[in-house]
């Protein structure tokens, strides 16, 4: 499910249509280059390249390297890369895959004198303090307490600024037949989490529905700027609310997170809900995503300290980043130079860190669970206390 830069390469080479050498490998390596910058747009990659770790590991010393040695080391560049920019989660058991471990093999296969490396080299050596950091920080993030994929995914939906994209299959009577047809609605989502609409006869994603229930609908998360944040898109059937006792909840729950959209009592109106679920995907960011089994999205709660989360964030990033500094060395070992909280759940926080290393995000778990916001008060206060007194030697 990640980008695989392997595979995009050898895609190249099948397709090749020029003699195989230094020309094709030089666009090879300019192409994943330019990939990975399309594909972390909203990041420093720019910074990473040119000033951070991928710098010093691709010998970058100011001036013009070989081309063999850039080749060399682009899969090293490429598994640093993924690492500093996503940190890695597991996504058995509901949690988001990232690429550390096909960052770990692929430099193991760099390590044997596979992958790209050129015939008659020896493979490039990393920085051992480099490894030593990445080799921490990787074995925080996998034991580091975080939401299930499933309970992020209900959370992104149910805190969303209410508004999704949705796609229907345009009917057979429509001059756009047999083509996918989208469209910005407003929507809730019942105690499920099921998402539902009320739309108008003259609407043409009505008239696609009522002929073919089949359709996607993507739910983008409340303060979503790039591709770097997350989003959902669901795949499933939107049916109409059946009259009765049904369609008064369905209004009810509606209203409720649209008070002012009183044209759904107009007679042409009429709620859908999508019943059923064939697919849930869920992407919380670069090199971040992966599909849920809808009975876990369906089962897992959206978290309940999003209600005030904005107001700890900001409280902490306006007026205490030194004690979110001080934690993440306590807690984390590393010191770096700026520390900005980006999320706050009742397992932990989500910090965007700089160091002499290059930029990433690093998650900070509490001590304990978070119940509301008293508590979440009561944890943070405790944890800067306790990292106020992080000794030197745990510095890296």
């Known amino acids: 499910m990640l980008f695989n830069y392997h595979r995009h390469t050898s895609h190249s080479y099948r397709n090749c249509t020029e003699p195989c050498g230094l020309t094709l490998m030089t666009r090879v390596f300019q192409r994943a280059l330019s990939t990975l910058v399309v594909l972390s747009s909203s990041t420093p990659v720019a910074s990473f390249l040119h000033h ?3 710098s010093r590991m691709m010998g970058n010393k100011g001036g013009s390297q070989s081309l063999g040695s850039a080749i060399r080391r682009l899969p090293q560049v490429i598994s640093a890369a993924a690492f500093w920019l996503s940190p890695p989660a597991s996504f058995s058991s509901q949690r988001l895959s990232s690429s550390s471990s096909s960052s770990a093999e692929g430099t193991k296969t760099e390590e044997k004198g596979g992958g790209h490396s050129v015939p008659g080299q020896a493979p490039a050596e990393q920085d051992p303090e480099l490894v030593r950091v990445q080799t921490m920080l990787m074995e925080h993030q996998k034991t580091a307490a975080r939401l299930t994929a499933a309970e992020e995914a209900r959370t992104l939906v149910y805190y969303s600024t209410g508004l999704g994209v949705l796609g229907t299959n345009s009917q057979a009577s429509s001059p756009l037949a047999g083509y996918p047809a989208s469209a910005m609605v407003g929507f809730a989502v019942d105690e499920k989490g099921r998402p539902i609409f009320s739309f108008s006869s003259i609407s043409t994603h009505k008239q696609d529905l009522l002929k073919d229930p089949r359709a996607s609908f993507t739910v983008a998360s409340k303060d979503f700027k790039g591709l770097d944040d997350g989003r959902v898109s669901f795949v499933g059937e939107i049916k109409k609310v059946p009259e009765g006792e049904e369609t008064t909840k369905a209004r009810e729950t509606y209203l409720a997170r649209h008070p002012g959209h ?19 995907r869920y992407n919380g960011g670069f090199a971040r995503f992966g599909a849920l089994e809808p009975a876990d999205y369906l089962d897992a709660a959206p978290d309940a ?39 706050l759940d009742r397992l932990g926080m989500m910090v965007k860190v700089e160091s002499k290393w290059g930029g990433s995000k690093i998650r900070l778990p ?22 106020a007194g992080a000794s030197a030697g745990a510095k890296v």
């Open 366 to 387: 509490f001590t304990r669970e978070c119940t509301d916001r008293k508590v979440c008060k009561e944890i943070i206060v405790e944890m800067t206390q306790a990292s």
């Open 305 to 343: 300290c999003q209600p005030y989360a904005a107001a700890v964030m900001n409280h902490m990033n306006a007026d205490h980043s030194d004690a979110t500094k001080a934690m993440v060395l306590h807690y984390v070992g590393l010191e770096v130079d700026k520390a900005e909280i980006v999320s």
């Open 262 to 280: 009183f044209w759904v009592d107009f007679g042409d109106f009429d709620f859908f809900r999508m019943d059923t679920m064939a697919a849930v």
């Open 52 to 54: 951070g770790p991928a």
